[in-house]
């Protein structure tokens, strides 16, 4: 559980920025350090990122949904990340701020039956909630063709309800099951 939380917050702090370096001024560890190279790749609704550095590769694939504010402004409304950590598949769902974290997250892959998911953690940009995908579910997700996600925002009665297109799930997960 440990680690899936650790890959969770991982991916929400990658969502979220790039972290802050503090220059050393010591010319010999910038040479030591490697760049490492990243892939991107589309397919359909879903992008893939693959991060190489030496001889290890990570990558996720997501899709990020936003908002439009009356105002003009846009808003990340929800992103979903799956990722695969010491062989375990984990979906991320990173959402904004002022949540009922109690009442959770609920996702449903097109009519089937409700999923429940309770959130795992919020920082100061948004909150996560976070799904092993065993064999089952990635068999749903890879047959379906929407996901529904649901929260509820603080103090309100009325359900939130995005829906994530499963459009090129499947192509995606290659990038993550090879």
């Known amino acids: 559980?440990?680690?899936l939380i650790a890959a969770g917050l991982m991916t929400l702090s990658l969502w979220l920025g790039p972290p802050a370096?503090?220059?050393t001024g010591n010319d010999t560890a910038k040479a030591t350090i490697t760049a490492p190279s990243m892939t991107r790749s589309t397919y359909q609704d879903w992008q893939s990122l693959c991060v190489q550095q030496d001889a290890e590769t990570l990558c996720d694939i997501s899709?990020?949904?936003?908002v439009e504010r009356e105002n003009g402004q846009t808003v990340t409304?929800?992103?979903a990340t799956v990722t695969k950590r010491d062989g375990v598949f984990v979906m991320e769902l990173?959402?904004?701020l002022g949540l009922d974290l109690?009442?959770?997250v609920v996702l449903q892959l097109d009519n089937a039956k409700d999923i429940k998911l309770?959130?795992?953690t919020c920082i100061d940009r948004g909150c996560a909630a976070l799904a092993d995908i065993d064999a089952a579910l990635l068999a749903r997700?890879?047959?379906?063709r929407v996901m529904k996600v649901a929260f509820r925002p603080f103090g309100q009665e009325q359900a939130v309800v995005i829906e994530v297109s499963l459009l090129g799930f499947t192509s995606a997960m290659a990038e993550l099951d090879g």
């Open 1 to 3: 559980m440990r680690n």
């Open 21 to 23: 370096f503090a220059e």
């Open 63 to 66: 899709q990020t949904l936003q």
């Open 77 to 79: 409304a929800l992103r």
């Open 94 to 96: 990173a959402l904004p």
């Open 102 to 104: 109690i009442s959770g």
């Open 118 to 120: 309770p959130f795992a």
């Open 141 to 144: 997700l890879q047959r379906g």
